[in-house]
């Protein structure tokens, strides 16, 4: 089982509520499939539409202040792996198949690896390029990362290689 990480970064606007709220709906097959144990929303400043929303779904709403926000919420997850999204984030159909067959048979030392996008913008594209070649540095919206590997430090260290795995993202 895994802890899903939701970054909201406008938690005012209404748009972010929603998208949030689309995040959470999409993630409730998971959940029905046995591989998403909780979820925690993590975002710089809290709201009232961010708490209504944590209390309505029973996530746990974390506020990170100037603390990195996914190492604020890692340390909220209740679970080994971590898949770290944004609000708006949608995953495909196959994303629970593909991210349950990693999980279990990831090796020890593995400890990163990375849903695709469907709309990659051109910087996104080659900075995925240079990531494959020397390695991330820390890990971003889309990725599932182990939970110790986020609370060592800001940075993921050595740096890794992700697996990309037979996942797809979309955007809301």
């Known amino acids: 089982m895994i802890s899903a990480l939701i970054l909201v970064a406008q938690p005012d606007e209404p748009e972010a509520v929603e998208q949030l709220a689309d995040t959470l709906t999409a993630l409730v097959d998971g959940v029905a499939a046995g591989l ?22 029973g996530a746990a709403l974390v506020v990170s202040g100037a603390e990195s926000p996914l190492r604020a919420a890692a340390r909220a997850a209740r679970r080994d792996w ?25 090796r020890p030392d593995v400890s990163l690896a990375r ?4 709309r990659a913008k051109p910087n996104d594209r080659l900075r995925s390029l240079v990531e494959g070649l020397i390695g991330v540095a820390r890990p971003r919206p889309g990725d599932l990362v ?27």
């Open 82 to 106: 971590l898949l770290c999204l944004e609000a708006g984030d949608l995953p495909r159909e196959g994303w629970i198949r593909s991210i349950d067959r990693f999980v279990g048979t990831a």
């Open 146 to 172: 182990r939970r110790a590997a986020l609370l060592a430090g800001s940075n993921l260290v050595p740096r890794r290689r992700p697996k990309i795995l037979a996942a797809w993202l979309d955007r809301a």
């Open 36 to 57: 998403v144990a909780d979820a925690v929303i993590v975002s710089a400043k809290g709201s009232e539409a961010l708490e209504t929303i944590a209390d309505g779904s």
């Open 115 to 118: 849903m695709q996008r469907s």
